[in-house]
T-cell receptor
């Protein structure tokens, strides 16, 4: 039961570097999303996707890009890392087939702890 | 602006105590309210409450949704050290939108 798999678990970047956080799910979920979690601020939505080829912005999209070429994968790209992007990043997915996504619980990956120096 | 507020921010109790965690919300298009438990890694799903299911129970955990007061409580009875975690409340609002509270950090002492 893999569920939602995120890699890497930890990453340290220098300001200005770019990288991609990987997310894969094996539950055939249509909906996938990226959150960042910061102390005192809860989980904030960065980007989400409701299917292959469809993405949209969340609450805090600046500095991040996403794409969805397959149902399984939803990578998050940091174009030019900044210290403000130091955070824990979670990928989450849910099923929307046959019902609205807001009636389905989100399934989370184990997170990626990113530090930008 | 949609928002979810949880209280208290943190709580320290002894094993065997009963705790009540609170979640209040202001959202434009309420669909459901979800509770999650977060230990070291991923938040894990506990309950989902909707207009057609306002009360859920699983073992020592139970939750109630009060749509009139726009709030929910999560009760944990006979707490154990394994209940120590951050408890997150989220509200599903409109299409594909989940708003999370900042969480309540619970510590249960042996």
């Amino acid at each position: 039961n893999a569920g939602v798999t995120q890699t890497p678990k930890f990453q340290v970047l220098k300001t200005g570097q770019s990288m991609t956080l990987q997310c894969a799910q094996d539950m055939n979920h249509e909906y996938m999303s990226w959150y960042r979690q910061d102390p005192g601020m809860g989980l904030r939505l960065i980007h989400y996707s409701v299917g292959a080829g469809i993405t949209d912005q969340g609450e805090v999209p600046n500095g991040y890009n996403v794409s969805r070429s397959t149902t399984e994968d939803f990578p998050l790209r940091l174009l030019s890392a900044a210290p403000s992007q130091t955070s824990v990043y979670f990928c989450a997915s849910s099923s929307i087939r046959g019902q609205s996504s807001y009636n389905s619980p989100l399934h989370f990956g184990n997170g990626t702890r990113l530090t930008v120096t | 602006e949609d928002k979810v507020v949880q209280s208290p921010l943190s709580l320290v109790v002894h094993e065997g105590d009963t705790v009540t965690l609170n979640c209040s919300y202001e959202v434009t298009n309420f669909r459901s309210l979800l509770w999650y438990k977060q230990e070291k890694k991923a938040p894990t799903f506990l309950f989902m409450l909707t207009s057609s299911g306002i009360e859920k129970k699983s073992g020592r955990l139970s939750s109630i949704l009060d749509k009139k007061e726009l709030s929910s409580i999560l009760n944990i009875t006979a707490t154990q050290t394994g209940d120590s975690a951050i408890y997150l409340c989220a509200v599903s609002s409109g299409t594909y939108k989940y708003i999370f509270g900042t969480g309540t950090r619970l510590k249960v002492l042996a």
